[in-house]
């Protein structure tokens, strides 16, 4: 009973290098959610999908990229890092958009950016 | 512009006390209300959820209630335990507030519950 896994859990890059971040998960959810989350800021949405192929902005979209060609997995990729995208980034799947739903969230990826 | 306040950044009781949790917002119109649970080095952990026509909602040993008037939200936990001691967020839907394409569900920054033996 997996429910939300991510890949790595934890990174070191340079500026510059690029990455992506994996999220699978295995509840059969059709939303799915990028958040960062970084201290004295809480958790802010980046991006966030609401069914295989289709994906949307959320607050803090710039700078990063993602994919969802498979309904079970979220990918959130960053092109070019930079030292402000040191944070950890968290994963999350629902069952409905709504938020009568719970959101089922993985245990991070730990992101530093030199 | 929209904000979550939780009360405060830590609480500290002794075991066996009931802690309360404080969400206060501004400029939402929530229709719903959700508050999780984070341990260190975890994800954070769905506790419950409150609807804003219900003005309590239970579960074992916690207590949340929701007064849509006050734009608040109390988190309660009686007979507290050391295995109680986290981080608790509250969130809020924005949907009321921006439609179903402008979804989002916001987080507070959280309150560290600290229960000391």
């Known amino acids: 009973n997996a429910g939300v896994t991510q890949t790595p859990k934890f990174r070191v890059l340079k500026t510059g290098q690029s990455m992506t971040l994996l999220c699978a998960q295995d509840?059969?959810?059709?939303?799915m959610y990028w958040y960062r989350q970084d201290p004295g800021m809480g958790l802010r949405l980046i991006h966030y999908?609401?069914?295989?192929?289709?994906?949307a902005k959320g607050e803090v979209p710039d700078g990063y990229n993602v994919s969802r060609l498979k309904k079970q997995n979220f990918l959130l990729g960053l092109e070019s890092a930079a030292p402000s995208q040191t944070s950890v980034y968290f994963c999350?799947?629902?069952?409905?958009?709504?938020?009568?739903?719970?959101?089922?969230f993985g245990d991070g990826t730990r992101l530093s950016i030199l | 512009s929209q904000k979550i306040e939780q009360n405060s950044e830590a609480l500290n009781i002794q075991e066996g006390k009931t802690a309360t949790l404080t969400c206060n917002y501004t400029?939402?119109?929530?229709?719903?209300l959700q508050w999780y649970r984070q341990d260190p080095g975890r994800g954070p952990v769905f506790l419950l959820l409150?609807?804003?026509?219900?003005k309590e909602k239970r579960k074992e040993r916690l207590k949340v209630t929701f007064d849509t008037t006050l734009k608040q939200s109390l988190f309660h936990i009686t007979a507290s335990q050391p295995a109680d001691s986290a981080t608790y967020l509250c969130?809020?839907?924005?949907?009321?507030?921006?439609?179903?394409?402008?979804?989002?569900?916001?987080f507070g920054k959280g309150t560290l519950l600290t229960v000391n033996p």
């Open positions: 999350a799947s629902s069952y409905s958009l709504l938020s009568d739903q719970p959101q089922h």
């Open positions: 509840m059969n959810h059709e939303y």
């Open positions: 999908s609401v069914g295989e192929g289709t994906t």
């Open positions: 400029n939402y119109s929530p229709a719903y």
């Open positions: 409150i609807r804003e026509n219900e």
């Open positions: 969130a809020l839907d924005s949907i009321g507030n921006s439609g179903g394409s402008n979804y989002k569900l916001t």
